[in-house]
């Protein structure tokens, strides 16, 4: 062992360019390992781990166990614990019970160890981060949230005033909209309500096989000035599943950043049918419609012609997540290609984002998530936040343009007319069979 090492000094991992002798500044979730400022930089300028979770490590720091949270999930863990040794014959971070489990053998009771210091317990670093959580705290308990629009698309708000009371934000405030899509039942409300308002139950949440969000649900995230929009579920019992995805796809026409839950051990079709006939019915209905706000309503800030980034969030329990197995590849590329194979270009989207998370024991881990969002919710370059007159304004425009009653019959994608304009066929291609009443 080094005298840095053995003076409690962290040295890199990697030695992928510094040779193993720089001290660690940064820790990779998903390389598995600390790495000095040189490493973590070179390292990370791969495509395929641009999008890897790093964070800037404090004095005294000690990583997770690499084993718990691996592929051979520990069963006597409940959840993530801090290592006690690193192999360094197999790279790895070791808990004491993952090194005494997968150590007892002949051959790997001979591998080299080096121990990390004590993990300090997170109470004993003083009071300030505990003064920080409660102030978070007391702002989110002030929050609820409200029907903003029923499953009829009819608006439960008086006026841009009383969405603005309702929010409880100021009048010129800059904000952007959030918007989560998913099928009914995989956890869109509880993951809202993780990721935004650290558990509190803003949306409503239930166990039972009933939708318990009918509708358009929306709150106001104080901490990262969001308008957080909860949506109906996909693929739920009801009698108008075609006036369900018109909804739906207004919510998705003024929000700035789309999160597509899915909690399956595959990513499956009618998840890039459903953004493909999204992307669709975007650019050939509400992109026009959108700019051309300004005038209409005589607002000061211009509209995107382009439509919202998206995040695919995706919870496995018993796969891997995608891309791990091709670790040349990275995960965007291979969801395009899905989206090649089914003839669909979501061309109308800024950009769309895989965000994965393994959850071998409950909890599930939403702290990826949020650090996807917090990034794109920082770049303006194509979506720019505004304030919530105008966010109501936009809403209304998507309201007025799909608000007719379409008696077509919508058979796994979106029908044109529901849009106010039928011409006869679905963005598929497919033939209407309804007529619509406008």
Request: charged share 30%; aromatic share 6%.
């Given at each position: 062992?080094?005298?840095?090492?053995?003076?409690?000094?962290?040295?890199?991992?990697?030695?992928?360019?510094?040779?193993?002798?720089?001290?660690?500044?940064?820790?990779?979730?998903?390389?598995?390992?600390?790495?000095?400022?040189?490493?973590?930089?070179?390292?990370?300028?791969?495509?395929?781990?641009?999008?890897?979770?790093?964070?800037?490590?404090?004095?005294?720091?000690?990583?997770?166990?690499?084993?718990c949270k691996g592929d051979g999930g520990c069963p006597m863990s409940g959840g993530r614990v801090r290592a006690v040794v690193r192999c360094q014959g197999c790279k790895i971070n070791l808990c004491l019970d993952c090194q005494k489990r997968t150590h007892s053998g002949v051959n790997k009771r001979k591998h080299p160890l080096s121990p990390y210091p004590p993990s300090t317990p997170v109470e004993n670093n003083g009071g300030a981060g505990d003064g920080?959580?409660?102030?978070?705290?007391?702002?989110?308990?002030?929050?609820?949230?409200?029907?903003?629009?029923?499953?009829?698309?009819?608006?439960?708000?008086?006026?841009?005033?009383?969405?603005?009371?309702?929010?409880?934000?100021?009048?010129?405030?800059?904000?952007?909209?959030?918007?989560?899509?998913?099928?009914?039942?995989e956890g869109k409300s509880h993951t809202l309500n993780h990721t935004f308002f650290m558990g509190r139950e803003v949306f409503k949440t239930s166990p039972t096989q009933d939708s318990c969000t009918v509708g358009v649900w929306v709150a106001m995230d104080p901490i990262h000035r969001v308008v957080v929009m909860d949506t109906e579920g996909l693929l739920g019992a009801g009698a108008n599943q075609g006036q369900r995805t018109r909804l739906l796809l207004k919510v998705l026409a003024v929000s700035d950043l789309v999160i597509y839950r899915t909690h399956?051990?595959?990513?499956?079709?009618?998840?890039?049918?459903?953004?493909?006939?999204?992307?669709?019915?975007?650019?050939?209905?509400?992109?026009?419609?959108?700019?051309?706000?300004?005038?209409?309503?005589?607002?000061?800030?211009?509209?995107?012609?382009l439509g919202p980034a998206v995040i695919i969030f995706h919870e496995t329990v018993h796969t891997k997540l995608l891309g791990s197995d091709k670790p040349s590849e990275c995960a965007e590329r291979l969801l395009q290609e899905r989206f090649r194979k089914l003839g669909l270009f979501p061309e109308a989207f800024s950009s769309i984002q895989y965000r994965g998370t393994r959850t071998y024991n409950p909890p599930t881990d939403f702290s990826g998530l949020l650090r996807s969002?917090?990034?794109?919710?920082?770049?303006?370059?194509?979506?720019?936040?505004?304030?919530?007159?105008?966010?109501?304004?936009?809403?209304?425009?998507?309201?007025?343009?799909?608000?007719?009653?379409?008696?077509?019959?919508?058979?796994?994608?979106?029908?044109?007319?529901?849009?106010?304009?039928?011409e006869g066929v679905c963005v598929c291609g497919g033939e209407c069979e309804g007529v619509c009443g406008l």
């Open positions: 062992m080094s005298a840095q090492a053995a003076a409690g000094t962290l040295l890199c991992q990697e030695s992928y360019a510094c040779g193993g002798s720089d001290q660690a500044a940064y820790e990779c979730d998903e390389c598995g390992s600390l790495q000095c400022v040189r490493c973590e930089v070179e390292l990370h300028r791969q495509e395929r781990m641009r999008n890897h979770d790093r964070v800037r490590i404090a004095p005294g720091h000690v990583p997770f166990c690499d084993s920080e959580m409660q102030a978070l705290k007391a702002k989110l308990e002030k929050v609820r949230s409200f029907l903003l629009v029923d499953e009829k698309e009819e608006t439960q708000v008086k006026d841009e005033e009383d969405f603005v009371r309702r929010l409880d934000c100021r009048r010129e405030e800059l904000l952007k909209v959030v918007s989560i899509f998913g099928n009914t039942g399956s051990d595959r990513l499956h079709d009618d998840l890039f049918k459903f953004l493909g006939d999204a992307s669709d019915a975007y650019l050939k209905h509400f992109t026009k419609e959108l700019k051309a706000t300004t005038a209409r309503c005589g607002l000061n800030v211009p509209l995107s012609t969002l917090e990034q794109q919710l920082d770049n303006n370059s194509t979506r720019s936040p505004r304030s919530a007159t105008v966010i109501y304004k936009a809403l209304q425009v998507c309201v007025c343009v799909g608000g007719g009653v379409c008696g077509g019959r919508v058979v796994g994608c979106v029908c044109v007319c529901v849009w106010g304009e039928c």
